[in-house]
């Protein structure tokens, strides 16, 4: 078996990876893809809430698998009203684009991910809890580690992809145009004018 660095894929079957994510999977042979929506929640403090799922290591963004039928915005707010108890409408949402990374929990499995962030002022009032299959939410800032990560655990690829490109982006938050580029290889950033 085969195992590379892992990164953006160009497509499944060629498994072209790029140079961001650390995990590991098997390249000779086509990955099963898995498709969701995640949601990425940024407070007053820069700091971004992930997610542990039960029984898992992996602290990722609030967020999963479409039902029969949902779009991909319906996914976002559905999930995360289900994992934290938030109360989000559709219009609530801005598409930052689709990621394609490693799955945390499914070995040799690609991540297709449609990321929606959501205004503080929009949920700032809400208490955000752990519910159905979510164990552990930790606000973890942007600009550094969170030295209380449990022994063991760590951050899924596409969450350490998007604190990446925050880091990047000079104050965080993105213009239109670096919006659209979000999901290439070589998006552009540069701080909205205040």
Known sequence: MKLERTGVVESAQEASWARFYTGRVD????????TVSAVVLRDDQDRVCHVRKVGTQAFMYPGGKP??????TETAVREAREELGLQLRVEDLH???????????????????????????????????????IEELRWIPIDGDDPGLPQGTFLADLATEIRTRMQQSAIGYLTETSRAQLGRAEPIYRPESR
């Open 27 to 34: 390249t000779t042979q086509e990955q099963p893809v898995i």
């Open 67 to 72: 039902e029969h039928g949902e779009s991909a």
């Open 95 to 133: 598409d930052w684009g689709t990621f394609t990374s490693v799955a945390a929990n499914e070995p040799n499995t690609v991540l297709r991910s449609r990321v929606f962030t959501v205004d503080y002022q929009i949920w700032q009032d809400q208490d955000l809890q752990p519910h159905a299959e």
